[in-house]
């Protein structure tokens, strides 16, 4: 698999790069490993077909003599809008930064300075997310079967006798929406019950109301009212529910246990 580390302070990313091969070392695994100095660079490449398991990025990349660089951050959004799926970890040395992390949908982040449990444990999820088959659900829409990818899924809607499934942008020849032949709850207890794992807590449909249901982890923040999904796209969440659902959002994000170490 391979790995970028993409920070301005050469030492972090040569600390990062020693704790890689480590890891890569004890777990008989092959890992390259990319270096880059700023995001301008690292965005061209990715732009040219770069790919990658995982980027560590820098929250604050400093300003040389030359325009502001692009930051961690913003080089993330870059990759979400033009639909780069590679995971996302960021580095920074400044706490209250973390959370920005949860509008690109990454997978933790680093605090400087490093410890080495805590970086085992990012590429931990990033190797297990690489060798993770994707999961599928099949539904009944119109007149045939779909097979659609359980990560495509945003949300469940509710609408008479049939549903309306959400997806994120590109993914489904039938566009954004599939209406599906089939009852709200039903269709809930049946997706729940083929993806979610095995021993997993939350169900893979979290309810918001009475009319719909969210794939929390492909929900970008929410509102006092709302659940927001890419493209902006909102959900509603039932007065009773609010707190139910912020809760069902914060463990959906949260970072593995030792991250914030």
């Known amino acids: 698999m391979r790995i970028v580390c993409c920070d301005d302070e050469a030492a972090q990313v040569a600390l990062l790069h020693r704790y890689i091969d480590r890891y890569a070392e004890e777990k008989k695994i092959t890992a390259e490993v990319m270096e880059y100095a700023d995001c301008d660079t690292l965005w061209w490449d990715l732009q040219d077909g770069l790919d990658a398991g995982l980027l560590l990025l820098d929250i604050e990349i400093k300003a040389q003599d030359g325009p502001t660089p692009m930051s961690g951050i913003a080089l993330a959004k870059k990759m979400r809008e033009a639909k780069m ?26 605090l400087k300075p490093y410890e080495k449990e805590q970086i085992f444990k990012i590429l931990d ?20 079967r779909v097979k659609v990818e359980a990560d495509d899924i945003l949300a469940v809607e509710a609408q008479a006798h049939d549903c309306i499934v959400h997806l994120k942008e590109g993914t489904a020849e039938q566009g954004q929406v599939l209406t599906v032949r089939q009852g709200f709850q039903r269709l809930c207890e049946e997706m ?25 982890k492909n929900i970008l923040r929410v509102t006092k009212d709302a659940c927001v999904a890419e493209g902006n796209r909102s959900f509603p969440v039932a007065r009773g529910n609010r707190d139910a659902v912020m809760q069902a959002f914060i463990a959906a994000n949260r970072p593995a246990e030792g991250e914030d170490a």
């Open 192 to 216: 729940d019950a083929a993806l979610s794992c095995s021993g997993e807590a939350q169900a893979f449909l979290t309810r918001i109301h009475r009319s719909f249901a969210v794939n929390m």
């Open 85 to 110: 799926p590679y995971p996302v970890c960021f580095v920074t040395g400044i706490r209250d930064h973390v959370f920005e992390g949860y509008d690109v949908d990454a997978i933790g982040y680093l």
């Open 125 to 144: 999820k990033a190797f297990a997310l690489y060798r993770a088959p994707k999961r599928y659900v099949f539904l009944q829409a119109e007149k045939e």
